[in-house]
């Protein structure tokens, strides 16, 4: 008599525009071998693409539209109520563009995942594409990072990078950087899944020791 197997864990993406990271991470999850499964997608806007690449993944939806709340405190109460229901072992920020509140980062301190297009702490918030190319930087890149109250500022878990070439434009920059979030998005969900890794008292830890800076894939 073999024994059920044990449950993986249950992932929750939130997403706000075309889904391409959402997406990156629903192929992982069909890989036969992958620990976790996504359970939900959410979302802040009603006719955001990423809401279709779930709804053709047979996923379940939910849409919290951030412009039918008059603050947000009470958008993020609504969200939260809402991501509770569904009771995810990891919230994943794909492309989520809103600031969260304290009280909402709180609720999921160490269990919450976002990817920013830089290479944090650089270039934090918005057109980090332009501001490397304004810069004349020679490196470039993505950054995930644990989810806390300073924004774009929680611990960074690992990086990828990608060179800037002398002809890139803010567009073709923004590419380089989205095919490497593909990558690596689903690298740091699956280290999460198999619990190597977690937020401690002194920043990021991976197989149970603490790191002294992120894990980075070589630019290419």
Same mark, same amino acid.
């Given at each position: 008599?073999?024994?059920?197997?044990?449950?993986?864990?249950? @992932?929750?993406?939130?997403?706000?525009?075309?889904?391409?990271?959402?997406?990156?991470?629903?192929?992982?999850?069909?890989?036969?071998?992958?620990p976790?499964?996504?359970?939900?997608?959410g979302? $802040?806007?009603?006719g955001?693409?990423a809401?279709?690449?779930?709804?053709?993944? $047979?996923?379940?939806?939910?849409?919290?539209?951030h412009?039918?709340?008059?603050?947000?405190?009470?958008? /993020?109460a609504?969200?939260?109520?809402?991501i509770?229901?569904?009771?995810p072992?990891?919230? #994943?920020?794909?492309?989520?563009?809103? @600031?969260l509140t304290?009280?909402? #980062?709180?609720a999921f301190?160490?269990?919450?995942?976002?990817i920013?297009?830089?290479?944090?702490?650089?270039?934090?918030?918005?057109n980090?594409h332009?501001?490397?190319?304004?810069?004349g930087d020679?490196?470039?890149?993505?950054s995930?990072?644990?989810?806390?109250?300073?924004?774009?500022?929680?611990p960074?878990?690992?990086?990828a990078?990608?060179?800037?070439?002398?002809? /890139?434009?803010?567009e073709?920059l923004a590419?380089k950087?989205q095919?490497?979030?593909? #990558?690596?998005?689903?690298?740091?969900?699956?280290?999460?899944?198999?619990?190597?890794?977690?937020?401690?008292t002194?920043? #990021?830890?991976? /197989?149970?020791?603490? @790191?002294?800076?992120?894990?980075r894939?070589?630019?290419n």
């Open positions: 008599m073999k024994a059920d197997p044990a449950p993986v864990p249950k @992932i929750l993406v939130l997403a706000s525009g075309s889904g391409t990271n959402l997406q990156a991470l629903i192929d992982a999850t069909r890989e036969r071998d992958f976790g499964e996504i359970i939900a997608v979302c $802040n806007k009603p955001a693409f809401l279709e690449r779930a709804a053709q993944a $047979n996923l379940t939806t939910f849409v919290v539209d412009t039918k709340y008059g603050s947000r405190e009470e958008f /993020d609504a969200l939260l109520a809402e509770l229901r569904h009771n072992d990891l919230v #994943v920020l794909a492309g989520f563009m809103r @600031i304290s009280d909402f #980062v709180r301190r160490g269990r919450m995942l976002n920013h297009p830089s290479l944090l702490p650089a270039y934090t918030g918005l980090t332009q501001r490397v190319l304004e810069a020679r490196t470039h890149g993505v995930i990072h644990f989810v806390t109250e300073e924004l774009d500022g929680g960074v878990i690992a990086q990078e990608v060179a800037v070439a002398e002809d /890139d434009t803010p073709s590419e950087v095919q490497q979030e593909h #990558v690596l998005y689903p690298i740091v969900v699956r280290w999460f899944c198999e619990g190597r890794i977690q937020l401690g002194e920043g #990021v830890m991976f /197989d149970g020791a603490p @790191i002294e800076r992120p894990m894939l070589p630019a």
